[in-house]
C-alpha cells in the first residue's frame, strides 16, 4: 500500500535539548532526523520528509523566521504532504499556533508539537507527543481545522490552546472551551466539527511593532505616556478582569486609540471581556466609548498576534469582523 507522505520540520526547543556534560543546562542539540530515529513506529505510518529548520528555544523564534517555515510548510503541501508537523519549544507554542492558524490556507493539517522534558531526560514526553502529532497531521478528520496543538494526548484549537502551566507534563489547556479532540488508541477524536476560520494574506510588512501591557495595581502611565513617541503601531492591554484599566490608564488610552488601534484583553487567564456590563472609568464601556476594542475570548498574547498580522497586510479596520464572538 502506498503510504501518505507526511512533512516535519524541527525548529528547536525541549523536545530537541540535551546537555553537553553533568550540570550543564540543556539546549538545543538534537535534529529533527534524530528525533525520527526515537518513533521508529513512523516510518509505518507515512513517507516522511524530516527537516531541521533551527534549533531554537522558542523564547527566540521572531515573526520573520516563522514566515520562512510557513513558506517551507506550503511548499511540502504543493509537494503532495498530507499533513505537516511542527516541533518546536513550548514556551510560544500557543503563539506560533495563533500566528500559523490565520496564515494556514490549506485543507491539510498543520500540527505544532514539542516536548515538556528534554530528550535527554528519563520519560522524555517528546517521542510520544511527535508520534501522536503524526496521526492527527495524518487523519482524515483533522483536515480544513487550521493549525492545531498536540500535547499530553489532547489536540487544542490554535486561538483557544494556552501553555497554563510552566513546568507541568501536562502544561497546555483551553481554558473554557477544552481540547478540541484527543487521541485515543491510534485514532484522533474531535468533540465537535471544524469551525468557520478567519484567514489573513501574507504581511506585505514585518517591521510593525505591537506592544503587550499588563494593567496592574497602582500602576504609573510613563510607558503609555510615551508609546506613540516610541513609535508603536498597536497596542493590547492585559487589562484586569473582564477588560478593565484605572483611571489614569483610561485617559491615557483615549489618546493613543486615537491614533494607533488599541486592544483590551483579560489578563486572567480564562474567560472572555464584557462588552455591556460595567461603566465605571477605566471599565468596558468606558474603554470602548475612548476607541478601545475588546478581544473577547482571545487572550492577550494571541491579541498580539493578530493585531501584528492585520497592521502588517493593512487591514487593521477589519479588527472588529476578526474579534466578533462566534
Ligand atoms: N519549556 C520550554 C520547551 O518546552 C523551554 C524552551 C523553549 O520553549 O524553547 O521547549
New binding site residues.
Given amino acids: 500500500m502506498d503510504l501518505p507522505k507526511l512533512a516535519i520540520a524541527a525548529l528547536?526547543?525541549?523536545?530537541s535539548m540535551q546537555a553537553s556534560h553533568v550540570g550543564a543546562g540543556v539546549v538545543p542539540a538534537v535534529s529533527g532526523e534524530a528525533l525520527l530515529t526515537t518513533v521508529p513506529e513512523l516510518k509505518n505510518l507515512a513517507r516522511i520528509t524530516v527537516e531541521t529548520l533551527g534549533l531554537h528555544?522558542?523564547?527566540s523564534l521572531s515573526f520573520e523566521f516563522l514566515l520562512s517555515v510557513l513558506h517551507w510548510a506550503n511548499a511540502q503541501v504543493e509537494k503532495g504532504a498530507t499533513g505537516v508537523v511542527i516541533t518546536q519549544?513550548?514556551?510560544?507554542l500557543e503563539e506560533t499556533a495563533a500566528f500559523f492558524d490565520y496564515l494556514w490556507h490549506h485543507d491539510a493539517p498543520l500540527i505544532l508539537t514539542?516536548?515538556?522534558r528534554a530528550a535527554s531526560q528519563v520519560g522524555a514526553d517528546g517521542p510520544a507527543n511527535l508520534l501522536d502529532a503524526c496521526r492527527v497531521a495524518l487523519a482524515s478528520n483533522s483536515r480544513c481545522r487550521g493549525a492545531q496543538v498536540v500535547m499530553g494526548g489532547q489536540v487544542h484549537h490554535a486561538n483557544s490552546v494556552r501553555k497554563t502551566d510552566s513546568l507541568a507534563l501536562q502544561a497546555f489547556s483551553s481554558p473554557v472551551v477544552g481540547p478540541t479532540g484527543m487521541l485515543l488508541e491510534d485514532s484522533v477524536r474531535y468533540f465537535h466539527e471544524p469551525s468557520q476560520r478567519k484567514l489573513l494574506p501574507l504581511p506585505q510588512r514585518t517591521t510593525q511593532a505591537i506592544a503587550l501591557l499588563e494593567s496592574t495595581l497602582s500602576a504609573e502611565t510613563l510607558l503609555l505616556d510615551n508609546i506613540l513617541d516610541l513609535g508603536y503601531d498597536g497596542l493590547v492591554i492585559a487589562g484586569f478582569g473582564a477588560g478593565h484599566v484605572s483611571e489614569q490608564w483610561a485617559d491615557a488610552v483615549e489618546k493613543i486609540a486615537r491614533k494607533i488601534p488599541v486592544l483590551i484583553a483579560t489578563r486572567t487567564g480564562s474567560g472572555a471581556t464584557a462588552q455591556a456590563s460595567y461603566g465605571f472609568t477605566g471599565s468596558e464601556m468606558d474603554l470602548i466609548g475612548r476607541g478601545a476594542l475588546m478581544t473577547g475570548f482571545l487572550c492577550p498574547r494571541k491579541a498580539r498576534i493578530l493585531l501584528w498580522l492585520l497592521v502588517g497586510c493593512q487591514r487593521q479596520d477589519e479588527l472588529a469582523c476578526f474579534l466578533a464572538r462566534d
Fill in positions: 528547536g526547543g525541549t523536545v528555544p522558542s523564547a519549544g513550548t514556551d510560544t514539542g516536548a515538556m
